[in-house]
């Protein structure tokens, strides 16, 4: 887990994943940026981490009933997004963050997606939503993110992809600690985003007091949820902010950023990568505030298919999961898609069965062989266009008619098995053991029914020798001390399943 040692902690996950204690509610949740990554990596096509709690996976789409559930882990790195998934233990210390980059591969299935959902999730928010919703309140409660927000590199752009392409009726993030809704209209999405930052740059009034500094409270001690070192996306010619000397701030990297993903970068997006790197040089260097970019999302638009009929999503953030924070909501939603019939399967209770999706089960075919893990050289395979790989995935949904719906077998199956020790009060935090890699038999038994290889299972031998082998080499360091940030945590170690923790101060 991607967390400073000094804050490392054994929490009450385990009681879940040994049993002790069951979530009372099924519980869909989608990977962020300080999760027990090499655990999720077991579940890649998504599973169980314990009863009742279903990880979707690294992305993913599923039936409830008549509704109809995408989920996209991870956040946003330019410069990782188009390498495969090469992390695998042991980790060393870039492998630890670069292991929850959204990559391009998950994004690119996404994106094949024809018919409508309901429901949409990413961890951090689509790029350029704040222009939807009030952003004039929202820049006075977090003033740190006007800034960023007109230069256009607030938010991930992919994830605004998938959301202009699913159009879901709602789309759920977190990330950035604030309750936050917004209304997307997909008629005019794309203009407002794009006149967003020019109108704002214009005299307005409103009826919201106009205080001048966020609202804070002086005795929290907040946690920062983006220790990703090399978080990137930030104009440092931001106001500078009064530090609070009783506030805890977790900014964990000193590193800089690596000269390999400088170099690699420039592929794609190069204007992601400069704001990157404009990011980490002094605020005289910061681009200027009469030529900031437009809020826009993926310069990459895919055209949208006639199966995906709705015109309004409606976004909502909520705040940090803490006494007195706005993180609960209760919401009625009313589906848009069309379920099969046999989707719509109650159990004993009358409770609707979590189940795969048709569409998806065909997409996972088609780009199962461009799937790649531990490679560190290689890349996402070319694309191939959406007319080819539509083509392959209509004919991959015959095979799921044929093998799966015919067989009565898109009910995700109840078989959660725990993998590793669990804990027993015992763990030494502060010097775990190694982490060790283990075959997931619900990802086994996904790959086995879906007939494709199971790429994340590994012999004994092979794991013992990486093992010995040690971590690859940290990469070279670009200019050095980067943001100033503080030491990494997390480096491979532990793996017992302890609880996943939370906190940060956003930067």
């Not at 962020?32 to 279903?54: D, M, R, T």
């Not at 990568?273 to 505030?289: E, G, M, V, Y």
């Not at 804990?423 to 086994?444: F, H, L, R, S």
Request: charged fraction near 30%; include cysteine.
């Amino acid at each position: 887990m991607s967390v400073p040692v000094k804050f490392r902690a054994i929490g009450d996950f385990q009681e879940y994943y040994s049993g002790v204690r069951k979530a009372p509610f099924l519980t869909l949740f989608i990977g962020g940026n300080h999760e027990a990554s090499n655990y999720l990596q077991e579940l890649y096509y998504g599973g169980w981490v314990a009863p009742n709690i279903y990880y979707l996976g690294a992305a993913n789409v599923v039936r409830l009933g008549p509704l109809r559930i995408a989920g996209l882990s991870g956040i946003w790195k330019g410069y990782d997004y188009q390498k495969s998934h090469f992390e695998r233990l042991p980790y060393n210390r870039d492998d630890v963050k670069s292991i929850y980059h959204v990559r391009e591969v998950d994004i690119r299935k996404l994106l094949q997606i024809r018919t409508q959902v309901d429901i949409g999730l990413s961890h951090d928010w689509p790029r350029a939503i704040e222009w939807t919703g009030d952003h004039r309140t929202l820049f006075r409660q977090k003033d740190q993110f006007e800034a960023e927000s007109r230069a256009g590199t607030l938010g991930n752009p992919v994830a605004r992809d998938v959301l202009d392409r699913l159009r879901p009726a709602y789309w759920f993030s977190a990330h950035l600690h604030v309750k936050f809704s917004a209304e997307v209209n997909h008629k005019t999405s794309q203009e407002d985003r794009d006149e967003g930052s020019r109108m704002e740059t214009e005299p307005t009034t409103t009826n919201v007091p106009s205080e001048t500094a966020p609202i804070t409270n002086t005795a929290e001690i907040e946690l920062d949820l983006d220790m990703d070192g090399d978080e990137g996306d930030t104009v440092t010619a931001a106001p500078v902010q009064a530090v609070n000397r009783d506030e805890i701030q977790l900014d964990d990297s000193d590193e800089g950023t690596p000269k390999e993903k400088v170099e690699k970068d420039t592929a794609f997006r190069e204007s992601e990568t400069l704001d990157d790197l404009r990011s980490q040089l002094p605020a005289a260097f910061a681009r200027p505030a009469t030529s900031a970019a437009t809020p826009s999302a993926s310069k990459h638009r895919v055209p949208h298919p006639p199966g995906i009929t709705n015109q309004r999503t409606r976004f909502l953030a909520l705040d940090k999961c803490v006494p007195t924070r706005k993180f609960l909501q209760l919401l009625e939603i009313s589906p848009l898609s069309t379920p099969l019939e046999e989707n719509m399967a109650q159990d004993e209770k009358g409770y609707y069965r979590l189940q795969y999706d048709k569409e998806w089960l065909a997409i996972t075919r088609v780009f199962a062989k461009e799937l790649k893990i531990g490679d560190r050289n290689a890349f996402t395979a070319v694309n191939v266009g959406e007319e080819q790989y539509r083509s392959l995935i209509e004919k991959e949904e015959g095979w799921v008619d044929e093998h799966i719906i015919s067989s009565g077998k898109l009910d995700i199956p109840l078989k959660f098995e725990p993998t590793a020790p669990v804990d027993q009060g015992k763990a030494d935090v502060w010097n775990p053991p190694p982490a060790k890699e283990y075959t997931n038999p619900q990802t086994a038994d996904f790959c086995k029914m879906l007939d494709i290889e199971n790429v994340f299972h590994a012999t004994d031998d092979d794991r013992a020798a990486r093992m010995a082998h040690g971590p690859a080499p940290q990469e070279a360091r670009f200019g050095g001390g980067g943001r100033g940030r503080g030491g990494r945590g997390g480096f491979d170690r532990g793996r017992g399943r302890g609880g996943r923790g939370r906190g940060r101060r956003w930067h």
